[in-house]
């Protein structure tokens, strides 16, 4: 039996892996099998163009099967690692459905996952960019907000409505925020007329003294810069993106997100439906469940052969790894250099399956950029600093040869091409009816209006943490706290005019027709005991035991 390696992630890594093992896996010699959770790849440089509707969504995927042949693709969810017995532990995403996979020689490509405790919040509230999913929603909320903000009369809502907070100015902040001023452009010039440019506000809220930290030599890029710093760069950054109309709260962090409003550090808060979460990633979830030799950040430690420290037959790239710099330091996140990191592991991998040593990681960095939003972007090439149209050509260039595939490439050029004549791609995608049953997770700062008899209550929310006290002008007529629920009718039958939060408050809501249709479902057994409001309150003793 020829030996198997496991690639565990659907990212870069996997992509230049399979490739340098191309010929060992057609004569039998491998055997690969990569596990991805989707079976398509997202390449990460264009999701500014895709939120924005330069290009296409699906101009952005790639399909595994295509780009990882000839290895095997096992698209599932990964649920444990067995490091000692050599398994991983899938799982299908149709019913859960266990799968049991063996290997030889694993390789960790996980990526990173959402810094989700940043500030209470942000998992609830805040768009993320790390999935597809997450950036098409993105891509589709900013266009119902216009939709939304096109027909509302209310000055205070719609300018709720027309705000579009970033929070982080780094890479990926600071390019949402320049495609997103720049759109915001277009779109009140052509297809939403009846919305003045100047109601519209898209606003970076940094924590550091300037933007684009990455060009700074900063830690968060350690070994690709190399401790150079391009200052004129960034001043030229933050001069376009205030010229495209960004807002910039520097050195300012954002302390809680709600649906209503983001607060800040500084004690202040914008009212807005839209925060986008650019403030950092941490390392997978899954290797709090292993027994791997970690740096300060979380990531795994590998040599400079990219083997985990103390295994023989385990191996890490990507942005879950701490791979040496040849340079000193580590790697940076990004994309370039996970697709290095693996088609080192697959050159070291053919190399001890032929009984020889694994060589070190050599790559020292091509360069850096950000696209800046209108055909603007800063970079260094080779240390050399560019900016302005020739560097988004040049940095556009990099991306698109870059691409794993070649039937995407051309999609890519015929969005290019398309857009400047017909427009934007302004279509909300796969919006549909909503689910049988919605339950959304929400948190309140304390003293925010949570419900309101003036304005239409849509939900019921059960209290998970904090207190919410039920209001009539200045008297408090009733305190709700954990295990309670409130609503329009509770609202209502206390006569009070709004549901305020007098701590930190965390709920769950249910839409009111859900509400109203899930106590009908139990008001048909006999365990209901007692009716408030719209939920039925049941008693555990009345539950019947398996």
Known sequence: MPPHVLVLGGGYVPITLTRELRRQVERGEIDVTVVSRDNFHTFHGFVGEMITGRIGPSSMLSPVRRIFAPAKVHVAEIESIDLDNR??????????????????????????????????????????????????????????MFELADIERDPA???????????????????????????????????????????????????????????????????????????????????????LGVELLLETRVAGATP???????????????????????????????????????????????????????WAGGDCAAVPHPDGGTCPPVGIYALKHGARVGKNLRRVVQGKEPEPFRYPGLGQGVSIGRRTAVGELKGIPIRGLFCWIVWRSMLFYFFPTWDRRLRLLADWSIWPLVGRDIVQLGRGDLGEYEILHHVYQPGQVIAERARPVRHVHV?????????????????????????????????????????????????ADQANELQDMLLSTDRIVARTGTFQTIRAEDIPKP
């Open 157 to 243: 809502e719609r300018r709720r409505l027309l705000t579009f907070v970033v929070a982080g100015g780094g890479y990926a902040g600071t390019e949402i925020a320049g495609e997103l001023a720049d759109f915001v452009r277009l779109l009140t010039k052509r297809e939403y007329s009846g919305i003045r440019r100047d109601e519209c506000r898209v606003v970076i809220v940094h924590p550091g003294p300037n933007l684009l930290p990455e060009l700074y030599g900063s830690q968060s890029m350690e070994g690709q810069s190399r401790g150079k710093s391009y200052a004129k760069l960034v001043e030229y950054a933050t001069r376009h993106t205030r010229k």
């Open 260 to 314: 209503l409003d983001v607060y800040l550090s500084s004690g202040e808060h914008v009212p807005t439906r839209t925060i986008v979460s650019a403030v950092g990633t941490k390392a997978p979830p899954l290797f709090d469940t292993i027994e791997l030799p970690r740096d300060d950040r979380g990531r795994v430690r590998v040599d400079a052969g990219l083997r985990v420290e103390g295994f023989e037959n385990v």
């Open 87 to 144: 398994k991983v532990v899938t799982s299908r995403h149709l019913d859960g459905a266990r799968f049991e996979l063996d290997y030889d020689h694993l390789v960790l490509c996980l990526g990173s996952s959402e810094a989700l405790d940043a500030y209470p919040g942000l998992a609830e509230h805040a768009f993320k960019l790390k999935t597809f999913s997450d950036c098409l929603a993105l891509k589709n909320h900013v266009l119902e």
């Open 463 to 511: 209290i998970v943490e904090g207190e919410v006290e039920l209001v009539t002008g200045e008297e408090i007529v009733e305190n709700l706290r954990a295990g309670d629920h409130f609503g329009r009718k509770s609202i209502e039958l206390s006569r009070a005019d709004t549901a305020r939060a007098r701590t930190l408050v965390r709920t769950v809501a249910l839409r």
